[in-house]
């Protein structure tokens, strides 16, 4: 369903498009090369923000039990739930693409990298495993970005990290998990030691 909704709507921002409607241009080089890279960053930022206070308002009890408890119906989830949402949830969560389309000037191939950035990044939450290294959300610079922990902490928990890109507004909100930190280092912990068993166990088996 949620695949569906999705590529209803991408189809009527396709057909608009090419009516002359939304902020589409060519060539690649029309506003510059600065501006084509800007443009993917700024979706990005724009995405972040979109999603942060949309998932913000599907908590409010009402929305959360008609809408948005399908998709905490995965409480540890795999890359299975990235699109298990209901309707109304995946007309939400698309509705950042016209967002993009009617406001930004944008070049096909732009708005195509952001998607499948997004794309991954919801994989990646929804991994229920931890790519990052020791220290990550201590780093000052790293913090800032979120971590396969913190959304599988959301799924978990429920009340807490709402981001989806960065860790900006669960920061300015206070609505990290007070123990984020220690969780992701816990998990990064089990991970190096299942390395170090795991080579343990060839080294035997050699
Ligand atoms: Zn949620
Ligand atoms: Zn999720």
């Avoid at 921002?13 to 029309?30: D, E, Q």
């Avoid at 923000?49 to 929305?63: D, E, G």
């Avoid at 732009?110 to 939450?125: D, E, K, P, Q, R």
Wanted: positive net charge.
């Amino acid at each position: 369903m949620s695949m569906l909704v999705f590529g209803g709507v991408i189809l009527l921002v396709v057909w608009a498009s090419k009516n002359g409607f939304t902020r589409v241009y060519a060539p690649l080089n029309k506003y510059g090369y600065g501006w084509y890279f800007f443009s993917i960053v700024l979706m990005v930022l724009l995405h972040d923000t979109y999603f942060y206070w949309t998932h913000r308002l599907l908590h409010w009890k009402p929305l959360f039990k008609l809408v948005h408890k399908t998709h905490h119906l995965s409480i540890n989830p795999t890359p299975f739930a990235a699109y298990a949402f209901h309707p109304v949830e995946a007309l939400v969560e698309v509705g950042i693409i016209p967002l993009i389309a009617f406001t930004i000037p944008y070049h096909p191939t732009a708005i195509t990298i952001f998607s499948l950035y997004a794309l991954l990044l919801n994989v990646m939450g929804h991994l229920g495993f931890e790519f990052f290294p020791k220290g990550f959300v201590s780093h000052r610079l790293f913090k800032w970005h979120n971590t396969s922990t913190h959304h599988n902490m959301h799924h978990r928990l429920v009340k807490c990290n709402y981001g989806l890109y960065f860790n900006f507004w669960d920061r300015i909100m206070h609505t990290n998990h007070p123990h984020y930190e220690q969780s992701f280092e816990d998990v990064v912990e089990t991970r190096e030691q299942g390395k170090i068993e795991m080579l343990a166990k060839k080294a035997v088996l050699k």
